[in-house]
């Protein structure tokens, strides 16, 4: 067991550090749309800034989520191409059609994020930030979403198809 586990171990670091990372960003717009409904209604007095943080954090919290969720092969998706077509039909349309589909997106979406991200010079008006780096970040989660696509890919092509029960 002390290798399999260490491995197995090493293979799930790189998930609990996505799982982390969106916990992360969930709870910091958690604390600024707190921190900005409480200076602006009992205060009366609100923050210019929590209202582009709280923009910015959720960038980063969609599409850090989108990477989780594409871990978790949970995409958006016709469920009528898998519960109508037969398993094989619906193994090639779901894993060669839509996901390699998707692969190509990500890495076309990434490559104009880096590209806008390398020419942008403006900063947040509120604080002083480069706005390059969220596309930057955005630009890297796009990437993740490709190759966790990727390996969701490899991993379909070695289990034979799962014949779904129609639900009544």
């Known amino acids: 067991m002390g290798s399999n586990g260490q491995i197995n171990r090493r293979i799930k670091i ?8 969106l916990s992360a960003f969930f709870w910091s717009i958690f604390v600024v749309l707190l921190l900005q409904f409480f200076t602006r209604f009992i205060l009366n007095s609100p923050f210019g800034w929590t209202e582009e943080i709280a923009r910015i954090l959720l960038i980063c919290l969609c599409f850090s989520g989108g990477v989780v969720n594409t871990r978790r092969s949970s995409e958006i998706s016709l469920e009528f191409t898998r519960t109508r077509l037969p398993p094989h039909m619906a193994k090639f349309v779901d894993v060669y059609l839509v996901k390699t589909f998707s692969v190509i997106v990500y890495f076309w979406l990434a490559w104009i994020a880096a590209q806008y991200a390398m020419r942008t010079r403006q900063s947040l008006s509120s604080i002083v930030f480069p706005k390059k780096y ?4 955005v630009c890297i989660c796009l990437i993740m979403m490709g190759l966790r696509s990727i390996q ?3 991993k379909a092509r070695k289990h034979p198809p799962v014949k779904k029960e129609l639900q009544k």
Request: charged content about 15%; proline content about 7%; overall charge negative.
């Open 152 to 154: 969701s890919i490899i």
């Open 134 to 137: 969220i596309i930057f970040f």
């Open 14 to 21: 790189p998930d609990q550090v996505e799982n982390w990372v």
